[in-house]
């Protein structure tokens, strides 16, 4: 009994499970491999892409800072350094510019004098921006279109792009400037805007070149084409031609009217930083255009413009009733203003 209880036992402990195929064992052993080894891939590569880009983003938002310029303490507030919306800088980003804008009225020279600013290498005047009612219409629109301009996002002929050193328009006092006048001026101060206050000794002369504009701008004496400016001899003689009738009765009137709203302008805006210029003294001494570079702080170049000037010579061969201007004028303020020549 004892020895059956023990063969039992020894049979039972003696019984072997029947192996498994090491092929088997070593499929399964590579299966887990390669799942736990593209795991590790897939987490890497996340980890590596995420740093990437993450490092990218940083070096895209750093930006190095311009050193700071070598100017006087009053000449900060007056220097900028515009960040184009439509386009950048590049290695122009920290080259320093200065806003502007030439305040004059109709007739006073500023469209030859503004050919000349843009004869520069560095400087970049639209233009009579507030030409167009509707950019004109409310403070807002204006803020808007200044900002445009000042941000050298504002496109012209006259653009010079990135390395701009000094921006800006030209703008008529009747053309916006002195009914929102409070709002410009405070936007002038806030901006760091410089102010060209270019106006005309001779009022008798702009008084004829006004009426001759406003003729021509419906004759178009030019081949059908009206022309503010002229870049010819010939082109000039033609429109000089057109002698005006002139009201002398309300010569003086008008007169003094100018004359009171350039005084307005300049009470508007003497808070401004400003230069004055006359458009007389730059014909005969072109040093002034030296003068009007240093206001900017720009390189000096001889500036030059193609303009031709239309009414030359003595007034008498461009007026239509001379004799009764003469009468007028004589024994008054103005009566300088009938003897005065000036070249160009």
């Known amino acids: 009994m004892a020895e059956d209880l023990c063969s039992f036992t020894k049979d039972t402990f003696n019984l072997k499970s029947p192996k498994k195929s090491p ?14 080894g593209v795991y590790i891939c897939s987490v890497c590569v996340k980890q590596i892409s995420a740093r990437t880009k993450s490092e990218f983003l940083n070096v895209q938002v750093i930006e190095r800072p311009c050193p ?24 122009c980003a920290c080259n320093p510019v200065r806003y502007f804008a030439i305040l004059s009225m109709q007739r006073s020279g500023s469209g030859w004098f503004e050919t000349l600013l843009n004869n520069h290498t560095n400087i970049s005047s639209n233009g009579e921006v507030f030409s167009v009612k509707v950019r004109r219409s ?12 000042y941000n050298l996002d504002w496109f ?72 503010s400016h002229v870049h010819s001899p010939h ?11 002139i009201n002398a009765t309300l ?9 009171d ?40 170049r001889d500036l030059r413009s193609r303009q031709v000037k239309i009414h030359r010579g003595p007034l008498a061969n461009y007026v239509e009733n001379w004799d009764d201007v003469q009468k007028a004028l004589k024994g008054t303020q103005y009566e300088s203003f009938l003897h005065g020549e000036y070249r160009k």
């Open 138 to 149: 409310n403070a807002s629109t204006i803020v808007e279109t200044l900002d445009k301009i």
């Open 68 to 91: 700071v310029p070598n100017i006087e303490p009053w000449e900060i507030p007056y220097v900028h350094y515009p960040k184009p919306k439509t386009y950048s800088r590049a290695e």
């Open 251 to 259: 010569l003086i009137r008008d007169m003094k009217q100018v004359e």
């Open 261 to 300: 709203t350039q005084t307005k302008a300049l009470e508007y805006f003497k808070s401004t930083r400003h230069i004055i210029v006359y458009y007389e003294d730059i014909l005969k001494n072109h040093t002034k255009l030296a003068d009007i570079q240093e206001f900017l702080k720009v390189p000096q």
């Open 23 to 36: 092929l088997v064992l070593r499929m399964l052993v590579l299966v887990f491999v390669m799942v736990c």
């Open 235 to 245: 082109e000039a003689e033609i429109l000089a031609r057109y002698k005006p009738l």
């Open 156 to 227: 012209s002929s006259a653009s010079k792009n990135e390395c701009t050193a000094a921006v800006g328009l030209k703008w008529m006092l009747n053309q916006g400037l002195l009914q929102h006048h409070e709002e410009i001026a405070e936007y002038f101060r806030t901006r760091g805007v410089s102010a060209i206050f270019l106006f005309r000794r001779n009022q008798l002369r702009r008084m004829i070149s006004v009426l001759a504009n406003s003729y021509d701008r419906n004759a178009k004496l030019l081949n059908g084409t009206h022309k």
